[in-house]
């Protein structure tokens, strides 16, 4: 097992919930990790990402201003801070590891990332 996400559940809209993502196995703090999520009938899409160093992130339109990802390399945990919840951000979502250390851009196609966890469902209903 490399990543393991948690912290899903049931949300009312405008709360929060707070999602980690374990990793295990692989080289974990050279790497930018990535969340995505993915809708029921809906394509994947990207979410947030944070640099190896976590000095910078890049957000979604759709989340920015809401939700905050950050990492502690020492514990190999990413995370995703998620307020102002709406119900359109109810979806499976899965952290993901960059396939280059060190990587200097980010990039939000999935191809760019080699390893990914099962996902944790976050519901967000009244």
């Known amino acids: 097992v490399h990543l393991v996400e948690s912290g899903g559940g049931l949300a009312q809209p405008g709360g929060s919930l707070r999602l980690s993502c374990a990793g295990s196995?692989?080289?974990?703090?050279?790497?930018?990790m990535a969340w995505f999520r993915q809708a029921p009938e809906k394509e994947p899409e990207f979410v947030a990402a944070?640099?190896?160093?976590?000095?910078?992130?890049d957000y979604a339109d759709s989340v920015k201003g809401r939700f905050t990802i950050s990492r502690d390399n020492a514990k190999n945990t990413l995370y995703l801070q998620m307020n102002s919840l709406k119900p359109e951000d109810t979806a499976l979502y899965y952290c993901?590891?960059?396939?280059?250390?060190?990587?200097?851009?980010?990039?939000?196609?999935?191809?760019?990332?080699?390893?990914w966890g099962q996902g944790t469902q976050v519901t967000v209903a009244s």
């Open positions: 993901a590891r960059d396939r280059a250390r060190f990587a200097l851009d980010f990039d939000r196609i999935r191809e760019r990332y080699e390893y």
């Open positions: 196995g692989i080289p974990f703090r050279n790497y930018t």
């Open positions: 944070i640099r190896w160093s976590g000095s910078t992130a």
